[in-house]
Structure formats: structure tokens, C-alpha cells
């Protein structure tokens, strides 16, 4: 590819790409919900907002950002969010996403203004590719009890119920490994998927149908369609099945009218269908130190984290862009880009965002020539968001397949991890496992204290070889 460098600016060709990027990341959208563990909807209501001041801030025209599978998933583990919802309620889980995020986006603006950049680029490879399918292993977790299980979660709990030795052994997990939530529910998924007796057929075809389509359809369409095509197909294919039969799994169910009616402007006469959150209760209020030990330390030592493996992405788009069309970028600039999108997303009460690498790449095929593409793809999901009751019957089955053929092929076979040797093996399978079975954060945290650790013996192999 030609180092072709800035694309010269064109609003229509703008338009017509942040359109087909509105509407190719719908299923997205609402499919990472359900990982943040809020109502599907909310993915759809609260994206416009992050991405709009994502736009604003960023100098990269095609870098997209958003809530992805791996922020998601992120999220709801270092918020503990399957045990914060069994006492709160849904609008408290999501003002205490909302305080997270807007941690960490002033965790982001700090790390870009002490220099981080010149340390994010030092990650051993060997961590990142451990962290990297630990949290695909995550995502398929999450995914799996809406694609085989008749109404996901909620069935979940009735088999944990009904099942004395999983029970008494997730009971064991929980007293004796309390920071090892991972382990909780990788073991609760696995039992399900290997107990086959409680799997609903209507949902685990769909699963199945949905993911092997999404995976292989594109080569099946006319070249003609737009990136993402397989997924629109997919889901309006799903939502018509839904729609005419007796379907009985879960689906994406009504979506509620926004309360106050959004936005008001010049007197009445714009109204803009976003749900501001009271700022002052989100971040006075909402008891997120006690998801941290009750200590703002710790919180903001987690946060620090969840953005510096954010700017990883960030990074890894970036550097893209600038070997195969010669675009330049700032570490300091796409940092606070992203520290400005996550207060954005905190205030209407969305998941913490960072850089998507598949919807970036999609924005620059579809003819992208600068910012203003993302931006008219959050005035899109906005405006458009008092339409969406046509998503109401979509199956959450098929938003699962959506999620699950983004990683089930690295999962299943983790070429990075496969390609180490010795102690880089060590270190990146250990932090793949510790990724996976305690917590993104945890993980990525021992990831590199065990590279640290191991570089000792290597400097000692290194020494016994001169």
C-alpha cells in the first residue's frame, strides 16, 4: 500500500462513510452491552456522545473509537459488576460505569501528560500476547450464555442453583481466591457449554448459524457491499425470525423512551435525544472506591491500567496507518483524545472507550478523509436512536455470535503465544491464565512483574553464552 499520507478533505465522501459505519456498528454496539452487563439498548443510546469528542479531539481521520469487547469486558471486572447488580440496581451499575469511566479518562490525560508514551512501546511481546487472548478468552465467557442458554445470565443462575457440586466449588472459589473472578465465571460457562442437557435449541442455532456467517459470509457477497455487510445481514435476518415466529430466547426488548425528551435547544426547537447523568451524583456519590477496597489509590491505580492498556490499541492502529499511508500521529494527542472521550462516555452513563481497530480499518476503506466521518456517525446514532425499536426482537443470540466471531479463531488457536519459546512461553502463558481466571487488570499487572522477574534468568542465560 502506498504511503499516499493525509487524505484532501471531502465532507460528502465524509458522510457517506460515517453512514455506513453508523450502520454497520449497531450490532456492536448492543452486543458489547451485554458484556458490560447493563440492558442491550444502552450500547446504542450512549455511543454517540465518546465518539463525537473522540472526533473532535483525535488527529487520525479514520481512527474510530467506541466501547469494544475488550474495554467491556474490562470494565465489568474490575468493577465487579455480576456481584454489584445482585444488590443494586441497573441505574446504579450504570452510574458506577459511568464514574469508572470517567476515571479513566483522567487517568488517560495523566499518563499522556507525564510521558507515558515513551514507556507503552517497552511492553514485552510476550505479556502482550498473553494479556491479549486471556481477554479474548473473557469475551468468549461473556458471550457464550446468550448463544446456548434460553435467556443467558438469568438461566445461568438457575443452573448454579440447581447443581450442588458447582455450587459448593464456585462457593470455594469465591471465599478462598476472591480476587480470582475470572476463575468464577470461566467455570460456570465451562459447566454449561459441557453440559449440553441445558442448552436451548432455538437460541444455540442461531449462536451457531450466526457465528460460522459472520466469520465466512463476506466471501459469499458482492464486493460492491460495504465492510460489516455479514454482520447487518446477520442480525436483520435474526430480528425477522424473532419477529415472525414464536422465538423464545432472550432478545434486545424494549427499548424505553429517553426521559425529558434529551436535549433542548433555541427554545424547543432542536431536540437532541441524549440522556445527560447528574455529574455531580456519578462522581460524588456512586460508591466506586468500595469496588477497590474502599481506597481512591487503588481505584486510580486501576484506572491507570485499564488506559494504559487501552493506549496499546490506540498505538497499534496508529502505527498502522503511519507505515502503510505515511500519517504521522501523537502519543500525547490520541492519549487525551481518549481521556476526552471517556469523560464524554461517563457522562451519559456508557463503559470506558478506546481505539477499534476493525472500525478503523472499516473507515478508511469506506473512503474516509477526516474526522468529521466519526463525528457524523455520532450525530447519527443519536438522531436516529427514537427508530431503534426495530432492534426490540433482535436475539441477544445472534449479537453473541457477532462477539464470538471477532475471537473464537485467536482463542482457539493463539499463534503469538504458539510462536514463544522457554521462558518467553512461561511468561506468556502465565499471563494469559492470570488474565483469564483472575481479572484484564490483574493480569496484565503480573504479566509484568513476572517479565521483570524472569529477565534475571535471561540476563544469566545471555551471560553463560559469551
Not at 67 to 80: E, F, Y
Not at 157 to 173: D, G, M, Q, T
Not at 348 to 369: E, F, K, M, Y
Not at 450 to 461: D, G, H
Request: net charge positive; charged share 10%; hydrophobic share 50%.
Amino acid at each position: 500500500m502506498s504511503k499516499s499520507g493525509r487524505p484532501k478533505f471531502n465532507p460528502v465522501s465524509d458522510m457517506l462513510a460515517g453512514a455506513v459505519m453508523a450502520g454497520t456498528s449497531v450490532p456492536q454496539l448492543i452486543a458489547y452491552a451485554e458484556t458490560v452487563g447493563y440492558a442491550s439498548y444502552r450500547g446504542l443510546s450512549t455511543a454517540g456522545p465518546s465518539l463525537i469528542a473522540w472526533g473532535l479531539a483525535t488527529g487520525s481521520p479514520w481512527m474510530n473509537s467506541g466501547v469494544t469487547s475488550m474495554t467491556a469486558l474490562m470494565a465489568k471486572v474490575d468493577l465487579n459488576g455480576e456481584a454489584f447488580l445482585a444488590n443494586h440496581t441497573e441505574e446504579d451499575y450504570v452510574d458506577l460505569v459511568a464514574a469508572y469511566s470517567f476515571w479513566v479518562g483522567l487517568a488517560s490525560i495523566f499518563l499522556a501528560l507525564v510521558g507515558f508514551g515513551k514507556l507503552a512501546g517497552l511492553t514485552p511481546k510476550p505479556v502482550s500476547a498473553g494479556f491479549k487472548w486471556g481477554c479474548a478468552l473473557g469475551v468468549v465467557v461473556a458471550a457464550l450464555p446468550n448463544g446456548i442458554l434460553l435467556m443467558g445470565s438469568s438461566t445461568m443462575k438457575k443452573i448454579v442453583s440447581s447443581e450442588p457440586a458447582l455450587s459448593s466449588f464456585l462457593e470455594f472459589l469465591k471465599g478462598k481466591l476472591s480476587m480470582c473472578t475470572g476463575a468464577v465465571e470461566v467455570t460456570k460457562v465451562f459447566w454449561a457449554a459441557t453440559h449440553p442437557q441445558y442448552w436451548a435449541v432455538a437460541p444455540t442455532l442461531v449462536f451457531l448459524v450466526g457465528t460460522i456467517w459472520v466469520m465466512n459470509g463476506k466471501s459469499y457477497l458482492p464486493k460492491a457491499l460495504p465492510p460489516g455487510s455479514e454482520v447487518i445481514i446477520a442480525t436483520a435476518l435474526a430480528t425477522l425470525l424473532s419477529s415472525h415466529t414464536n422465538y423464545t430466547g432472550g432478545i434486545v426488548g424494549e427499548i424505553p423512551a429517553l426521559q425529558g425528551g434529551g436535549i433542548s435547544l433555541f427554545n424547543g426547537a432542536l431536540q437532541i435525544p441524549v440522556e445527560i447523568r447528574d455529574y455531580k451524583r456519578i462522581l460524588f456519590e456512586t460508591p466506586i472506591a468500595d469496588q477497590f477496597g474502599g481506597s481512591y489509590f487503588v481505584l486510580f491505580f486501576s484506572a491507570c491500567i485499564f488506559a494504559a492498556i487501552n493506549v496499546l490499541s490506540i498505538m497499534g492502529i496508529a502505527n498502522t496507518f503511519e507505515s502503510e499511508n505515511g500519517i504521522k500521529w501523537s502519543f500525547k494527542r490520541e492519549m487525551c483524545a481518549q481521556g476526552v472521550a471517556c469523560a464524554a462516555a461517563g457522562l451519559v452513563g456508557s463503559a470506558p472507550v478506546s481505539g477499534s481497530l476493525s472500525r478503523s480499518l472499516v473507515s478508511r476503506i469506506a473512503g474516509t478523509t477526516s474526522q468529521f466521518a466519526c463525528i457524523f456517525t455520532g450525530l447519527l446514532w443519536i438522531f436516529c436512536m427514537p427508530y431503534m425499536s426495530i432492534m426490540s426482537p433482535t436475539p441477544k443470540a445472534i449479537l453473541s455470535a457477532v462477539i464470538m466471531s471477532a475471537v473464537i479463531k485467536g482463542v482457539c488457536d493463539p499463534k503469538d503465544l504458539k510462536a514463544l519459546k522457554g521462558l518467553d512461553a512461561i511468561e506468556g502463558w502465565a499471563t494469559a491464565l492470570a488474565t483469564a481466571l483472575a481479572s484484564p487488570t490483574i493480569g496484565f499487572g503480573f504479566g509484568i512483574v513476572l517479565s521483570i522477574a524472569l529477565s534475571f534468568f535471561r540476563t544469566k542465560e545471555k551471560s553463560k553464552t559469551l
